[in-house]
């Protein structure tokens, strides 16, 4: 190793302290290596450099010179020696520093243009055979012709690619690309740039998906379903093989499908059954086996045919009741379940659960199954099954419960219905796995014991003398009916699977009910507001005869009867499901049924209208002609105007 530069040779050098570049080497004459650092004269002459230049002696290595003749010095021997021996460096000058490859070659002589080529309408792209590793030093020339074009580079993660785009799309005609790697020409390429033009329709897959039918609006005079259109993807792509699906050259493709209407629009093909207006039940897409869909692009002559099948859609799973358990009980999910499908027929198809169900611990369990589709059918919708696993707290079975049984009549029902009679003992265990029970107008005053039933199911306690209702033990309850009752309040809001609830011809003043519900009967009581808007399962609400001034609907609504109550606004214009109202007897001035398109029974008498807003006319006038206006006795007025609202 050379601690210490002793060559007169390259003391001299760095007094004369001038460099020049040669042409047949990377690094300029004048340059001093020392190891793996190379430094030129000017750089190594600065004193402020001095700490710098010794810390590469000590660091040791090689020193060579490089005279103005462009020749390789040994500091040590003074003699001449091959560029091939000089290593990698990285070289410092007062600009910066620049990495040199060994044998005193440009790191970027390695890389030389390989090809050329036009790879969209407003890019070129030049690759190389190598890296280049300072793309800096790469300078691209683009002429149109004899027109030069100006052009932003950027390079590809691996510096092997160079990608040249235009502001806009580039001209037809011939493009010249000349490339200076640093120093080195590499030369010129041509490439052939031609007018964008449709080169490839894909048809996306071998199945058109058909949409459920839609339920037209029954009148007095007919009702059906309008056939659901079916729909399959597709891609156009240019010569360059660019996705131009979106781009106006695809409006020129022209579309035939051997089976219904087709039109195609950003990617989408859609096919319909309905040759014209007015038509229902006409049939449904899948009762074809497939359709031949053909396009061509009227400028580029392209064209393309594919044979696709009409496949069925899953739209619903029918429920699956819920499942009580006590604790240690065996106890599988089903293995199937049956849908609905487009065309309104069922199926039954394999379910995967998400998790397997276990009755280890007390608590209410829901699990979702995803269905396996078979050949014909898709879930375009991902539709899923549900189930819910009620696990019972376990039960001491010998507890005597007799004495929890405070009425007499009830106490004599539950006699009978588990096969015993006093003065034998009521055991927990005797009542715990009853699932219905029918107490209706079997004079029961109180349903204390009540709480001990679990597994209970069904409940009828209309037609007795009630005051009061505690359920909130018997959470798997899915339909209470307690109608004809004296009861004030009732909750029902840890009953969390029940869904149908009849408390009609009571005294009550609220409700406090569970968001499961899907049918609620609440009539003929002393409620003055009601909120059912987080209800999103209810579909059939009857809430007349009650004080109800304020009514807060879901969207999910069916069936909606809120007569003979203070109402003065009836807000109905997202319950676009809504197939029959009933709203007479309230304080309505208006009335706007026109998003109401499913609507077929309308009753909106004895109230204060005096315009009507739908979407036609045809109404029986006496369910909404007979009016409080201008007077307080109703009377069948032509005041009350329909007015037409699209």
């Known amino acids: 190793m050379n601690k210490k530069i002793t060559s007169s040779v390259l003391v001299a050098l760095m007094i004369a302290g001038s460099t020049s570049f040669s042409a047949f080497a990377a690094m300029p004459t004048g340059t001093v290596v020392i190891g793996t650092k190379a430094f030129d004269l000017t750089y190594a002459n600065n004193s402020a450099n001095d700490s710098e230049i010794n810390a590469a002696m000590v660091d040791g290595g090689s020193v060579y010179v490089k005279n103005f003749n462009g020749d390789w010095i040994d500091n040590l021997t003074g003699s001449k020696v091959a560029a091939s021996i000089i290593p990698a460096v990285t070289y410092k000058n007062e600009k910066g520093t620049t990495n040199f490859a060994a044998s005193d070659t440009d790191t970027n002589t390695v890389a030389t243009s390989v090809a050329l080529s036009a790879i969209s309408n407003n890019q070129l792209k030049e690759t190389f055979n190598g890296k280049v590793a300072d793309t800096s030093k790469v300078v691209f020339t683009v002429k149109r012709e004899a027109t030069p074009v100006t052009m932003v580079t950027t390079w590809n993660d691996d510096k092997t690619e160079a990608t040249l785009t235009y502001e806009n799309n580039l001209p037809e005609g011939t493009y010249t690309v000349g490339v200076m790697n640093n120093t080195t020409d590499i030369g010129s390429s041509t490439v052939a740039v031609a007018k964008q033009k449709v080169s490839k329709i894909e048809i996306l897959g071998d199945k058109v998906i058909v949409d459920p039918p839609i339920l037209v609006g029954a009148t007095n005079s007919s009702s059906g379903f309008w056939p659901g259109d079916g729909h399959v993807s597709y891609k156009v792509l240019d010569q360059y093989g660019v996705d131009i699906t979106e781009n106006s050259l695809a409006s020129n493709i022209k579309w035939k499908s051997t089976i219904g209407a087709i039109t195609a629009s950003k990617g989408l093909i859609t096919i319909s059954i309905l040759e014209g207006a007015g038509l229902r039940d006409v049939g449904y897409l899948t009762q074809y086996p497939s359709t031949t869909i053909t396009a061509t692009d009227s400028d580029s002559n392209v064209s393309q045919s594919n044979t696709l099948k009409f496949v069925d859609q899953a739209l619903t799973v029918n429920k699956i009741k819920n499942i009580t358990k006590n604790i240690g009980d065996s106890y599988t999910l089903p293995t199937t379940v049956t849908a609905t499908l487009v065309d309104k027929t069922t199926k039954d198809f394999a379910v995967i659960w998400d998790k397997v169900a276990s009755t280890k611990v007390a608590g209410q369990f829901t699990f979702t199954g995803t269905l396996t589709m078979v050949d014909g059918i898709v879930n375009t919708n991902n539709v899923t099954a549900s189930a819910t696993l009620?696990?019972?707290?376990?039960?001491?079975?010998?507890?005597?419960?007799?004495?929890?049984?405070?009425?007499?009549?009830?106490?004599?029902?539950?006699?009978?219905?588990?096969?015993?009679?006093?003065?034998?003992?009521?055991?927990?265990?005797?009542?715990?796995?009853?699932?219905?029970?029918?107490?209706?107008?079997?004079?029961?005053?109180?349903?204390?014991?009540?709480?001990?039933?679990?597994?209970?199911?069904?409940?009828?306690?209309?037609?007795?003398?009630?005051?009061?209702?505690?359920?909130?033990?018997?959470?798997?309850?899915?339909?209470?009916?307690?109608?004809?009752?004296?009861?004030?309040?009732?909750?029902?809001?840890?009953?969390?699977?029940?869904?149908?609830?009849?408390?009609?011809?009571?005294?009550?003043?609220?409700?406090?009910?569970?968001?499961?519900?899907?049918?609620?009967?609440?009539?003929?009581?002393?409620?003055?507001?009601?909120?059912?808007?987080?209800?999103?399962?209810?579909?059939s609400l009857d809430c007349g005869l009650n004080q109800l001034a304020t009514l807060n609907l879901n969207s999910a609504l069916i069936n909606l009867n809120c007569d003979y109550n203070n109402l003065t606004t009836l807000d109905i214009s997202k319950n676009t499901a809504l197939t029959s109202l009933e709203c007479n007897n309230n304080k309505l001035k208006t009335l706007d049924i026109s998003k109401n398109t499913e609507l077929t029974y309308l009753e909106c008498a004895q109230n204060y209208l005096t315009t009507l807003y739908s979407i036609k006319d045809t109404w029986n006038s006496f369910m909404y002609r007979p009016q409080y206006i201008d007077s307080p006795v109703y009377a069948i007025t032509d005041s009350l105007v329909i007015t037409i609202k699209k």
């Open 390 to 539: 009620i696990v019972a707290m376990p039960t001491i079975d010998k507890t005597d419960i007799t004495s929890k049984f405070t009425d007499e009549n009830f106490k004599s029902i539950i006699y009978s219905h588990i096969g015993k009679a006093a003065p034998q003992p009521i055991l927990e265990s005797d009542v715990k796995d009853i699932k219905s029970l029918d107490l209706s107008k079997d004079d029961v005053s109180s349903l204390n014991g009540i709480e001990y039933l679990t597994s209970l199911t069904d409940l009828n306690c209309s037609n007795n003398g009630l005051t009061t209702l505690d359920v909130s033990k018997n959470t798997a309850l899915t339909s209470l009916n307690c109608e004809y009752n004296k009861l004030t309040t009732l909750d029902v809001s840890k009953n969390s699977v029940l869904t149908s609830l009849d408390c009609q011809r009571n005294k009550l003043t609220t409700l406090n009910v569970n968001t499961a519900l899907t049918d609620l009967k609440c009539g003929f009581n002393l409620i003055a507001t009601l909120d059912v808007s987080k209800n999103t399962a209810l579909t």
